[in-house]
């Protein structure tokens, strides 16, 4: 069981930077960012391994957004750079066990990108505004 806290959202400009937040219990998950943004489904953004040492990212986001994670102090982090206005949404950030989380994601072949369902555990959100 691990509990999940975003921070970091707000309201920045069009091309602008943002750095999300989200501090968790335990660091014994893999972790991943979704965002949802009004009248669309969550989507899943970014995935990092337990160690930090494998990622993967959607298209939309790939060379903009960087998923990391330090274990030291139990933070989860999104950098956001040349933030567009398509990136209005609540963000999430979840966690799961990686097995579970790779075995899920496996059985939709190599390269396939996170799901709701692959993780179980969820923040309460924050929410980005680009303008």
């Known amino acids: 069981h691990v509990q999940l806290v975003e921070s970091g959202g707000g309201s920045v400009q069009d091309g602008g930077s943002l750095t999300l937040s989200c501090g968790y219990s335990?660091?014994?998950?893999?972790m991943a960012w979704f965002r949802q943004a009004p009248g669309k489904e969550r989507e899943g953004l970014a995935v990092i391994d337990l160690g930090g040492g494998a990622e993967t990212y959607i298209d939309s986001v790939k060379g903009r957004f960087t998923i990391s994670r330090d274990n030291r102090k139990n933070i989860l982090y999104l950098q956001m750079n040349s933030l567009k206005p398509e990136d209005t949404a609540m963000y999430y950030c979840a966690a799961d066990a990686c097995a579970a989380v790779h075995g899920r994601m496996n059985t939709r072949g190599a390269g396939s990108t996170p799901k709701v369902t692959d993780f179980g555990y969820w923040g309460q959100g924050t929410q980005v505004t680009v303008s």
């Open positions: 335990s660091s014994s998950y893999c």
